[in-house]
């Protein structure tokens, strides 16, 4: 089974190439912002408090995400070649309990991190937003983020390098060459 987390500041290219790994390798795809984003859209209680949080710029509490995380893994077909994580975990404590609970089920990730320039992520980010529709796709709120990122995500790549499992990536280039450095971490990593 092939379990990749894919780790990166906003606007670094994880849902894209997301895309690219699930049907290339023939994996389920968990993108958390679009679960979330879902939530939202359902109108509920919580998809209110969610709302407020991604308008913001700011993360989604850990506790509330803990449980989007363990019912997407219990709802993993038994055929499942593995999962992609788009943008989850997004602090050390999500980290430490997305151990946990692969390990529940006997099962290990590679955690590959997509470092893309901040003037880049800004610049794609605002080209994005001219068409998302994304309350959050505006320069203030892509400036919190980012700044977001550095204080709580950015930690996680440490936890990853610290448990031998954390391969990083020139995020800068084209899609397509992105996608082919990929290609190859993943060959690398499952040798
Ligand atoms: P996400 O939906 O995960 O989105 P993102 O970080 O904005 O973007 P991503 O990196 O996926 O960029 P994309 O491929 O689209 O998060 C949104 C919000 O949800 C968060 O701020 C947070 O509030 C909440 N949330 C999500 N997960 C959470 C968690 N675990 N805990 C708490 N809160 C959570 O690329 C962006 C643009 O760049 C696209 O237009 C794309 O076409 C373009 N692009 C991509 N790669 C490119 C390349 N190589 N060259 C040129 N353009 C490129």
Do not use: W
């Not at 850990?62 to 992609?84: A, C, N, R």
């Not at 610049?123 to 309350?135: M, N, T, V």
């Not at 450095?181 to 499952?190: F, G, H």
């Amino acid at each position: 089974m092939l379990n990749i987390i894919l780790c990166g500041a906003p606007g670094s290219g994880k849902g894209t190439q997301s895309a690219f790994l699930a049907e290339k390798y023939g994996l389920q795809h968990l993108s958390t912002g679009d679960a979330l984003r879902g939530e939202v859209k359902s109108g509920s209680e919580l998809g209110k408090k969610i709302e407020a949080q991604i308008a913001a710029g700011n993360l989604v509490p850990d506790d509330m995400m803990y449980g989007v995380i363990e019912h997407y893994i219990e709802q993993l077909p038994k055929d499942s070649k593995g999962m992609i994580f788009d943008g989850y975990p997004r602090t050390v404590a999500q980290a430490e309990s997305l151990t946990e609970l692969l390990k529940k089920y006997h099962m290990e990730a590679i955690m590959i991190d997509l470092m893309v320039d901040e003037h880049l992520l800004t610049d794609r980010l605002l080209e994005r937003g001219k068409i998302s529709g994304r309350a959050d796709d505006n320069l203030e709120t892509i400036r919190h983020r980012i700044a977001v990122y550095h204080d709580q995500t950015e930690p996680v790549a440490g936890y990853y390098l610290h448990q031998g499992n954390y391969f990083v990536i020139n995020g800068n280039r084209s899609v397509e060459e992105v996608s082919i450095q990929l290609e190859k971490v993943i060959d690398l990593a499952t040798r």
